[in-house]
T-cell receptor
Framework: DAKTTQPTSMDCAEGRAANLPCNHS???????VYWYRQIHSQGPQYIIH???NNETNEMASLIITEDRKSSTLILPHATLRDTAVYYC??????????FGTGTRLTIIP | GAGVSQSPSNKVTEKGKDVELRCDPI?????LYWYRQSLGQGLEFLIY????????KSGLPSDRFSAERTGGSVSTLTIQRTQQEDSAVYLC????????????FGEGSWLTVV
């Protein structure tokens, strides 16, 4: 069984908010939701993570549903440099990460 | 250093040769991970070091692959008798130990076996 389900691909206009959904219905109570992105084949870049509450940092916002079975990553003002593959993954925070196939986000000029 | 440092960034080697890839984790991070990613493929876990505990080697694809972590800091991934299917980017990551910590990745070592 896949741990997460994400759309295969999404487009977003430059300057608009990009909203990337993720379903993680089998997440356990102590697992955090982590988001990473990967541009071409560079090393995955950490974006944000959360447990129950919504989180915001300089890169993005993370909205987690009350039942914790899904979350949405929000890039508030997408730029061309945000074009990448985005991965969500449940993790306790200090164990090996497992990435699914992710969402290929393309920012359209 | 500020981030996870890997060397070499690129390596081309002949089939059958041994290669060593180095990882310098973020200072103070006791957990260190190795992954690899073949072109167009997903992330594949190889090995995990955590403090003085025995490493989790469950992802190593064959006995040609081995890794060491000396002094709890720098790690070396060794691939013996390289094969063409070993061509991939090898990614190192590190983290603190404990719930909610973040795993940070290096930029990877691109290995091409010709």
């Amino acid at each position: 069984d896949a741990k997460t389900t994400q759309p295969t691909s999404m487009d977003c206009a430059e300057g608009r908010a990009a909203n990337l959904p993720c379903n993680h219905s089998t997440i356990s109570g102590n697992e955090y939701v982590y988001w990473y992105r990967q541009i071409h084949s560079q090393g995955p870049q950490y974006i944000i993570h959360g447990l129950k509450n919504n989180e915001t940092n300089e890169m993005a916002s993370l909205i987690i549903t009350e039942d914790r079975k899904s979350s949405t990553l929000i890039l508030p003002h997408a730029t061309l440099r945000d074009t990448a593959v985005y991965y969500c993954t449940p993790n306790f925070g200090n164990e090996k990460l497992t990435f699914g196939t992710g969402t290929r986000l393309t920012i359209i000029p | 250093g500020a981030g996870v440092s890997q060397s070499p960034s690129n390596k081309v080697t002949e089939k059958g040769k041994d290669v060593e890839l180095r990882c310098d984790p973020i200072s103070g991070h006791t957990a260190l991970y190795w992954y690899r990613q073949s072109l167009g493929q997903g992330l594949e876990f190889l090995i995990y070091f955590q403090g003085n505990s025995a490493p989790d080697k469950s992802g190593l694809p064959s006995d040609r692959f081995s890794a060491e972590r000396t002094g709890g800091s720098v790690s070396t991934l060794t691939i013996q008798r390289t094969q063409q299917e070993d061509s991939a980017v090898y990614l190192c990551a590190s983290s603190l130990v404990g719930p909610g910590n973040t795993i940070y990745f290096g930029e990877g070592s691109w290995l091409t076996v010709v």
